[in-house]
């Protein structure tokens, strides 16, 4: 059997920087560049393109067509941002098969990636071009069409930079040698969300009628996300002062209801009298055993499947806040975060409440920092009567 002849990496005489590679089999040597058309400038870099070019090749692609991606003239189709991008959605739809990416990310991937005569396709700016047209001046000019003639504000177009970046990067993970450019991101005014107290929290929650108020006491009371409340199931519940949260719900679909990401980081939360007082009442020992799998909330004026949808949700929350007078209070804010944030500012330790919220990295409790003005206001009268006792 003979023996593939090895490359051959060599400096082009007279040349410093350029190199250029022998691949045998008849093949002329060619010179090696990054996949941006630039000249390599170390012999690591050349390295690294020649053991890709093997690679490839050694999958079955043919040499020229190789070659052709790292080519000064950026590689035509082979390079080709939009063919890049449907090979990219591909990798990512995979991954969400296997649960390894969200599928809610998918969907947004999707819809700004789309066919480029899509009015929600933000990528199209990019279709036409190759990966030697990327670079920061490039993105800065995307990024005010985004402005101006998508009409996006200024954390619309960060998400979609966001987007354009991971794909980037997933260009550079395939590709070594393509360096993902750095740009300035836009600015955005760091949302400030509103903070109920609890008295004024307890009496929305009191405004929302009976039967309907349980998914609402389980999202203030146990900090459970309102996609994963609407998912709930009935084996959910340990029939005590238990609840395992497990599953979240596929975009706003109630029958799409699906084991979600989050299934794999189960938490267990404890179940307040409240809440308990409604399961015992709504979930009975009958149903338990007969639909385990039906919803553990059910919305007595939905479909007859029972499961909330996300708009009746959201509905149910706004009609409660218009009765007592409340504005401008969206339901995530107004149940899970502002009791989140009491917690934090009665000093509840940052580990036990990313388990009870869910969050994986402790730092993301960060955002519930944010003190009402009550506990300001205390904090600082405790200040001035310890000065005072200190001077008397």
Avoid at 361 to 387: G, H, N
Wanted: charged letters at 30%; aromatic letters at 10%; proline letters at 6%.
């Amino acid at each position: 059997m003979a023996r593939a002849r090895r490359r051959r990496i060599e400096e082009c005489p007279g040349r410093p920087g350029r190199y250029r590679i022998d691949l045998g089999h008849s093949a002329p040597r060619r010179f090696l560049f990054t996949f941006n058309g630039v000249p390599l400038g170390s012999r690591e870099l050349a390295e690294a393109v020649a053991a890709y070019v093997e690679a490839q090749v050694a999958r079955g692609r043919l040499l020229e067509d190789v070659l052709a991606e790292i080519s000064p003239n950026g590689g035509g189709s082979a390079s080709g941002i939009q063919q890049l991008l449907e090979r990219w959605i591909d990798g990512f739809r995979k991954k969400v098969e296997v649960e390894k990416r969200q599928p809610r990310t998918l969907m947004e991937y999707e819809r700004w990636a789309g066919p480029a005569n899509a009015a929600a396709s933000h990528f199209a700016y990019w279709y036409g071009k190759t990966l030697t047209d990327v670079d920061a001046q490039a993105i800065e000019d995307w990024d005010y069409v985004l402005a101006t003639e998508r009409k996006l504000g200024p954390k619309s177009r960060r998400n979609v930079l966001s987007g354009f970046h991971s794909f980037l990067r997933w260009v550079h993970d395939q590709r070594p040698t393509f360096g993902v450019p750095k740009f300035a991101w836009p600015e955005v005014d760091e949302h400030q969300p509103t903070i109920l107290s609890d008295q004024l929290q307890t009496k929305i929650l009191l405004a929302i009628p009976w039967p309907k108020a349980g998914i609402f006491y389980c999202m203030a009371q146990t900090l459970v996300r309102p996609s994963e409340a609407r998912a709930l199931r009935v084996r959910d519940w340990d029939g005590e002062f238990a609840l395992r949260v497990a599953r979240a719900a596929k975009d706003h679909r109630t029958r799409g209801v699906v084991r979600g990401l989050k299934a794999r980081n189960a938490k267990t939360v404890p179940v307040d009298f409240f809440l308990h007082d409604w399961l015992i009442e709504f979930v009975t020992p009958e149903q338990r055993l007969q639909d385990p799998d039906g919803p553990l909330f059910r919305n007595p004026d939905g479909r007859q499947s029972g499961w909330w949808s996300k708009s009746a949700l959201s509905y149910t929350w706004q009609q409660a806040c218009e009765k007592v007078g409340v504005s401008g209070v969206k339901m995530y804010e107004g149940t899970k975060h502002s009791t989140a944030t009491r917690l934090k500012a009665l000093g509840a330790d940052d580990r036990v409440l990313a388990a009870l919220a869910g969050h994986r990295d402790p730092r993301s409790i960060e955002k519930y920092a944010k003190l009402e003005p009550a506990t300001i206001a205390s904090a600082l009268r405790r200040l001035r009567e310890k000065k005072s006792e200190s001077t008397a």
